[in-house]
T-cell receptor, first 111, second 109 residues
Framework: DSGVTQTPKHLITATGQRVTLRCSPR?????VYWYQQSLDQGLQFLIH???????AKGNILERFSAQQFPDLHSELNLSSLELGDSALYFC??????????FGSGTRLTVV | GQQVMQIPQYQHVQEGEDFTTYCNSS?????IQWYKQRPGGHPVFLIQ?????EVKKQKRLTFQFGEAKKNSSLHITATQTTDVGTYFC?????????FGTGTRLKVLA
C-alpha cells in the first residue's frame, strides 16, 4: 500500500457518459498529480493541484476537469466519454526529492 | 513544449546480460527521476539525480545524469527476472514532471 488511494479500481462505462475518479494523497502531502496512461503508452501529465489550487495543466481535454477539496482529496471528472479515453488514470502525491508516490490507478474502459 | 524521449522502446535480454536505457530531454533539467513499473502495476520511484555528471548506484542499477543535464541513463548489470518491467525517466518541469516514453524490459530465463 503506497498510501495514495484511488477509487474505483475499475470502471466500465458507455460512450457519452460522465465518470468521476477519486484520489486521496498520502497523509501530509498537499500535492495531487493526475496522469493518463493509455495501452502501452507513457504517462501523460494531466493536471497538478497543490493545497486546493491548480498549479499546472498539461494536455488535458476540455471534457476533463479536476478539483482538490479542503480535505486534500481530489477528483478527476471525465465527461462525454469517447472510446479513446479508455486508459489507466493514476494520481500521485509527492514530497520534494523523494519522488512521486503513485496510487494503484483506475482502469477506465469506455465501450 | 518540453519533451522527454527514451530509447530503446523495447529490450529483450537473456538473464545475466546487461541492460541500458537512455533518456533525452529537449530542455535542460534541474533534476531527473527514474521509475519502474512492473506489468499490471503502478510506477515506483527509484531515484532522483540533481547534479551535472552525477552517478548513483543502487545494487545492480547505475544511474547517470549528463554533464549538460539534458540526458540520463540507467544501466542494470547482470539482469534478473525480477528486473522485468517498464523503466521511465521523468524530467523536471514547472510544477510537474514530464515522463519519458519508457523502455520495456523483458528478461528471458
Amino acid at each position: 500500500d503506497s498510501g495514495v488511494t484511488q477509487t474505483p479500481k475499475h470502471l466500465i462505462t458507455a460512450t457519452g457518459q460522465r465518470v468521476t475518479l477519486r484520489c486521496s494523497p498520502r497523509s501530509g502531502d498537499l500535492s495531487v498529480y493526475w496522469y493518463q496512461q493509455s495501452l502501452d503508452q507513457g504517462l501523460q501529465f494531466l493536471i497538478h493541484y497543490y493545497n486546493g489550487e491548480e498549479r499546472a495543466k498539461g494536455n488535458i481535454l476540455e471534457r476533463f476537469s479536476a478539483q482538490q477539496f479542503p480535505d486534500l482529496h481530489s477528483e478527476l471528472n471525465l465527461s462525454s466519454l469517447e472510446l479513446g479515453d479508455s486508459a489507466l488514470y493514476f494520481c500521485a502525491s509527492s514530497v520534494a526529492e523523494f519522488g512521486y508516490t503513485f496510487g494503484s490507478g483506475t482502469r477506465l474502459t469506455v465501450v | 513544449g518540453q519533451q522527454v524521449m527514451q530509447i530503446p522502446q523495447y529490450q529483450h535480454v537473456q538473464e545475466g546480460e546487461d541492460f541500458t536505457t537512455y533518456c533525452n530531454s529537449s530542455t535542460t533539467l534541474s533534476n531527473i527521476q527514474w521509475y519502474k513499473q512492473r506489468p499490471g502495476g503502478h510506477p515506483v520511484f527509484l531515484i532522483q539525480l540533481v547534479k551535472s555528471g552525477e552517478v548513483k548506484k543502487q545494487k545492480r542499477l547505475t544511474f547517470q545524469f549528463g554533464e549538460a543535464k539534458k540526458n540520463s541513463s540507467l544501466h542494470i548489470t547482470a539482469t534478473q527476472t525480477t528486473d522485468v518491467g517498464t523503466y521511465f525517466c521523468a524530467g523536471s518541469g514547472t510544477y510537474k514532471y514530464i515522463f519519458g516514453t519508457g523502455t520495456r524490459l523483458k528478461v528471458l530465463a
